[in-house]
């Protein structure tokens, strides 16, 4: 069992540049985040979907989008990357979204971008 | 919005106990957790809360007061492979996650 998958593992990409992070869980769950992780800032919120064909915005979602077209995949794409979106980037996911359902993350992607 | 308050660091001796504190401030609320995340890793789960208590899973124990906004992890009997970053999370009254920058706790031998 797989869980959650994220590609690429990392990437260097230059300013303006589009680029879109891969996210896949095999685990049926239907809800599913972005996250992104700075050095003293934890984790922000980017986007979510909470099921299937819907998204929402997160606490920091300018600049990036994201689609849910079926229930495994979650990309988030960068339409014109910016040096300040240098992070490494964490996909979630969850079985629901009400009462006790844990996130569990996949292995992240470290985005530099010049 | 969220405000979610942690210790940056701290550092411990292998075999002692450490208390790891969080306050929060949020707009609702529908319970906290605990993730560790070891350098370069992804988050991994430790612990839930919902309701005021503590609630003990093997080494690691939770509490929560909700009355004060305060939760704390208590790390017992710490081997040198708890070295990680804590995360102290709020879900929101949207059942959203707002996380804390996190503590490293540093175990020495």
């Known amino acids: 069992i797989a869980g959650i998958t994220q590609a690429p593992t990392s990437q260097i990409l230059a300013a303006g540049r589009r680029m879109t992070l891969r996210c896949t869980q095999d685990?049926?769950?239907?809800?599913m985040y972005w996250y992104r992780q700075d050095l003293g800032l934890g984790l922000r919120l980017i986007h979510y979907?909470?099921?299937?064909?819907?998204?929402g915005k997160g606490e920091v979602p300018d600049g990036y989008s994201v689609s849910r077209a079926n229930t495994d995949d979650f990309p988030l794409t960068l339409a014109s990357a910016v040096p300040s979106q240098t992070s490494v980037y964490f996909c979630a996911s969850s079985p629901g979204t009400s009462e006790y359902n844990e996130q569990f993350f996949g292995p992240g992607t470290r985005l530099t971008v010049l | 919005g969220q405000n979610i308050d942690q210790p940056t660091e701290m550092t411990a001796t292998e075999g002692a106990i450490v208390q790891i504190n969080c306050t929060y401030q949020?707009?609702?609320?529908?319970?906290l957790f605990w993730y560790q995340q070891h350098a370069g890793e992804a988050p991994t789960f430790l612990s839930y809360?919902?309701?005021?208590g503590l609630e003990e899973k093997g080494r690691f124990s939770s509490f929560l007061s909700r009355s004060k906004g305060y939760s704390y992890l208590l790390l017992k009997e710490l081997q040198m492979k708890d070295s990680a970053s804590y995360l102290c999370?709020?879900?929101?009254?949207?059942?959203?996650?707002?996380f804390g920058a996190g503590t490293t706790v540093t175990v020495r031998a």
């Open positions: 999370a709020v879900r929101d009254g949207d059942y959203k996650l707002s």
């Open positions: 685990m049926r769950h239907n809800a």
């Open positions: 809360n919902v309701l005021d």
């Open positions: 949020t707009s609702g609320f529908n319970g």
């Open positions: 979907s909470n099921t299937a064909g819907t998204t």
